[in-house]
């Protein structure tokens, strides 16, 4: 009898629950996504308000563009052990969950 009941209740509650936790979930990741952007935003803001600087202009020009002032050269000098690379790989926010958090994600169909 108390084995119909809990398979009873969990068939029951089972579908609120997978609802409330997804939601959560979703809630988690965007707002991480919402600090990422954030930040992005403040070092985008910082970098316009050097660029309004004859000094940050000047600094793009020589470290993006390679312009030298009259009378400099620019030498350009070839690490030939450097590799050519994309970056750092992006961390995965996941990576780091405990493994209860994995466990309820595959309990409520999560990812």
Same mark, same amino acid.
């Given at each position: 009898? %108390?084995?119909?009941? %809990?398979? %009873?209740?969990?068939?029951?509650?089972? /579908?609120? %629950? $997978?609802?409330?936790?997804?939601?959560? &979930?979703? $809630? @988690? &990741?965007? +707002? +991480?996504?919402?600090? @990422?952007?954030?930040? &992005?935003? @403040?070092a985008l803001s910082a970098q316009v308000e050097r660029l309004k600087t004859p000094e940050g202009v000047e600094e793009l020009a020589r470290e993006n563009l390679g312009m030298v002032k009259e009378g400099e050269h620019l030498y350009v000098v070839l690490d030939p052990e450097a590799t050519?690379?994309?970056? /750092?790989?992006?961390? @995965?926010p996941e990576a780091d969950d405990p493994f209860w958090v994995d466990l309820l994600d595959l309990v409520f169909g999560v990812r």
């Open positions: 009898m %108390l084995l119909a009941v %809990l398979v %009873l209740a969990a068939w029951t509650f089972y /579908p609120a %629950l $997978r609802v409330q936790y997804q939601e959560s &979930r979703e $809630r @988690d &990741r965007l +707002a +991480a996504e919402l600090a @990422d952007l954030k930040d &992005r935003n @403040d050519a690379t994309a970056g /750092p790989p992006e961390p @995965d």
